[in-house]
Nanobody, 124 residues
Framework: QVQLVESGGGLVQAGDSLRLSCAAS????????MGWFRQAPGKEREFVAT????????DYADSVKGRFTISRDNAKNTVYLQMNSLKPEDTAVYSC?????????????????WGQGTQVTVSS
C-alpha cells in the first residue's frame, strides 16, 4: 500500500515557474518508479514525466521536454516536478503515481497508486 499527497499547485502567469511535490508513505519509496500525469477539463489524463526508482532514468512528454524536470529524494520519500516557462496549456490537475515496479514508464497501467492531485492554473 502506498499513500501519495501532492502539493505546490497554484495560479501563476505564463512564463512563471512552479515546483510540485509528492510525498509518499507506506511501501519502501526506493522500491518503485514514480510518475506525474495531468488532466485538463474535458480532456483525458496524459503522461507528463516519469523517473526510475533510483533517479537514473527519466522520460518526459514531448509537450514538456526542456521545460519540466522530474526528480526524487529517496531519503525524504518525495518526488518533485519543477515546471518552468509555464504556458496556459499546462493548466490541469497534476497527479503523482507510484509504479508497480522500479522501471520508469509513461503507461498509466504501470502505476498502482495515485494521489488526489493538485491544481495548476496558468493565466495568459
Amino acid at each position: 500500500q502506498v499513500q501519495l499527497v501532492e502539493s505546490g499547485g497554484g495560479l501563476v502567469q505564463a512564463g512563471d515557474s512552479l515546483r510540485l511535490s509528492c510525498a509518499a508513505s507506506g511501501r519502501t519509496f526506493s522500491s518503485y518508479a514514480m510518475g506525474w500525469f495531468r488532466q485538463a477539463p474535458g480532456k483525458e489524463r496524459e503522461f507528463v514525466a516519469t523517473i526510475s526508482w533510483n533517479g537514473g532514468n527519466t522520460d518526459y512528454a514531448d509537450s514538456v521536454k526542456g521545460r519540466f524536470t522530474i526528480s526524487r529524494d529517496n531519503a525524504k520519500n518525495t518526488v518533485y516536478l519543477q515546471m518552468n516557462s509555464l504556458k496556459p496549456e499546462d493548466t490541469a490537475v497534476y497527479s503523482c503515481a507510484a509504479g508497480r515496479g522500479r522501471t520508469a514508464s509513461w503507461l498509466p497501467r504501470e502505476y498502482g497508486y495515485w494521489g488526489q492531485g493538485t491544481q495548476v492554473t496558468v493565466s495568459s
